[in-house]
């Protein structure tokens, strides 16, 4: 059974930082791209960057965030994690770990799998 559990959201002061992690199980995580997508109240979702498999290479889904958050993965440990930086209010959302079923993903593609959620709140 593919299991992706996040932790690490919470509640941070605008220009804080907050690192999020995913746990994946029941499947092979080297062998899939991974992505976060978020969704902020009242909004629909929005693909926030996503990382291949292999090469670990890159893609920047929402401008927004572009140069302060930076997705990364750790094979070994089956973990995905967002580093974000610079938080900003508009940057409160659900944040979403997700699977795609092939070893390339990118902005907009479908997702097979995806975690439970983690809040984020920016606010002062």
């Known amino acids: 059974e593919v299991q992706l559990v996040e932790s690490g959201g919470g509640l941070v002061q605008p220009g804080g930082s907050l690192r999020l992690s995913c746990v994946a199980s029941g499947f092979t995580f080297s062998s899939y791209a991974m992505s976060w997508v978020r969704q902020a109240p009242g909004k629909g979702l929005e693909w926030v960057s996503a990382?291949?498999?292999?090469?670990?290479?890159?893609?920047s889904c929402a401008d927004s965030v572009k140069g302060r958050f930076t997705i990364s993965r750790d094979n070994a440990k089956n973990t995905l994690y967002l580093q974000m930086n610079s938080l900003k209010p508009e940057d409160t959302a659900v944040y979403y770990c997700?699977?795609?079923?092939?070893?390339?993903?990118?902005?907009?593609?479908?997702?097979?799998?995806w975690g439970q959620g983690t809040q984020v709140t920016v606010s002062s």
């Open positions: 997700a699977k795609y079923s092939d070893v390339y993903g990118s902005c907009w593609y479908p997702l097979d799998y």
């Open positions: 990382i291949n498999s292999g090469d670990d290479s890159i893609t």
